[in-house]
């Protein structure tokens, strides 16, 4: 009986041992199926997972920590493909054929290093050390893994080539009278095997008997909510760490949980489209520092139509804002700045006011009054606008500073 196409019972004792079997057993990056180099989808099918969460796992942790891209070219050097003897790293010592070349596999060597110190830099990620909780989240989840379904799907590499050589026979010149009294050519002699293939295909994995719909998907969105909400109260209590850029990486942190939980229990999935989402606005919120906008959400629109009624600075976090200072009257001098987080701000001036302005935005667009700005990490914009009239009319400071969005200032 041939071990290749019968399911391997294997029991794993202590710690060393679960390594050297996995090391002994490790996922081959199959040929179909890919998204780059297989090595998301060998684990999915060494395990019998969905590789789309194997994907997620990938991606979430590669956005915070960064640890994610190292650990995936590792995989790329070190797991067969499934046509191949050896892994890339393991062809490069002389040990096998692998259809990697060597100086790609090389390349990826290199690259390996900087990714990895990337990786564990403090300003990569929310969290300081992200990268060091990427790595373990991933080791214990693959760890995990092969102690429960180890014994499962365990790859076969291509079968070893061997040589085969035609059977010859003497000629009748050569050969004397045979001893049983029979011409040579008479002889009844087996034909030759036919030389096997030189690789066999990779087992098709074996049937699976439909489990029920797993529950983990449910109770990890209503914990997700709890965590959300008592994140929510804390922050409206006063408790300054509880912002919105952590309430969301606690809330990511649960779907995690619950995603690796559902990877054993077949179950879960629809998380992904809740966690996806959360990462790019999580992703967005870190790029500006909400908390240097203090103010609030929402939208703000004020027309004031003397220069005491003009607040000295406007400050919200996010949302629109409408200034309108049309009305004023041209006899006082008015000073002012904006200062938002992100959103649409729009400032409308009178015609002839003289304005002296400053705009900055970090990313997004600016237009004021002509003087423009568009991209990320854009240079201050400044100038002296006098209207259609000239200098003369109502003096005007204005500075607008912002996160991300759009900035307008305008003649009314």
């Not at 991606?59 to 891209?69: A, E, H, M, S």
Request: hydrophobic residues 40%; charged residues 15%.
């Amino acid at each position: 009986m041939s071990g290749a196409a019968e399911r391997t019972k294997t029991h794993l004792g202590g710690f060393e041992e679960t390594l050297k079997d996995f090391w002994a057993s490790r996922p081959r990056r199959p040929s179909h199926g890919k998204k780059v180099a297989g090595v998301a989808a060998g684990i999915g099918r060494r395990y019998g997972i969905d590789p789309v969460i194997v994907r997620v796992a990938f991606v979430v942790t590669t956005i915070f920590g960064g640890i994610g891209l190292p650990l995936y070219v590792l995989g790329w050097l070190f797991f067969a493909s499934e046509t191949d003897e050896v892994s890339p790293i393991e062809a490069l010592v002389g040990r096998g054929r692998s259809s990697m070349s060597k100086a790609f596999t090389i390349i990826l060597i290199i690259a390996f290093f900087p990714l990895t110190g990337l990786s564990f830099d403090r300003g990569w990620g929310w969290f300081d050390g992200g990268g060091l909780i990427g790595l373990a989240f991933l080791v214990t989840a693959l760890y995990l893994l092969h102690r429960s379904r180890g014994q499962e799907n365990r790859p076969v590499g291509p079968a070893e080539e061997t040589m085969t050589y035609p059977m010859s026979t003497p000629s009748t010149a050569a050969a004397g009278p045979d001893p049983l009294g029979a011409p040579p050519l008479a002889w009844d002699l087996p034909d030759p095997e036919p030389a096997p293939s030189p690789y066999a295909p990779p087992p098709a994995p074996p049937r699976r008997r439909q489990r029920p719909r797993s529950k983990v998907g449910v109770a990890t969105f209503g914990i997700a909510l709890l965590v959300a909400g008592a994140g929510a109260g804390a922050a409206a209590v006063g408790i300054d760490w509880f912002s919105v850029p952590h309430i969301i990486g606690l809330v990511l942190g649960v779907l995690g949980v619950g995603l690796v939980a559902g990877a054993f229990v077949r179950g879960g999935r629809g998380l992904i489209w809740l966690a996806v989402p959360l990462s790019i606005v999580g992703i967005g919120l870190t790029s500006v520092p909400v908390g240097d906008y203090p103010g609030g959400f929402g939208d703000i629109n004020a027309a004031p139509t003397t220069a005491a009624e003009v607040q000295p600075v406007y400050s919200h976090t996010a949302g629109n804002l409408q200034l309108d200072l049309t009305r004023l009257d041209s006899s006082t001098p008015v000073t002012t700045s904006v200062h938002s987080g992100a959103g649409q701000t729009t400032i409308t001036v009178p015609p002839t006011a003289d304005v002296h302005y400053s705009c900055e935005i970090q990313a997004g667009n600016a237009d004021c009054l002509g003087s423009t700005s568009d991209g990320v990490g854009r240079p201050v914009i400044t100038g002296q606008d006098n209207g259609s009239d000239g200098p003369g009319g109502l003096q005007l400071n204005l500075t607008v500073t912002q996160g991300a969005g759009n900035i307008e200032v305008r003649r009314g």
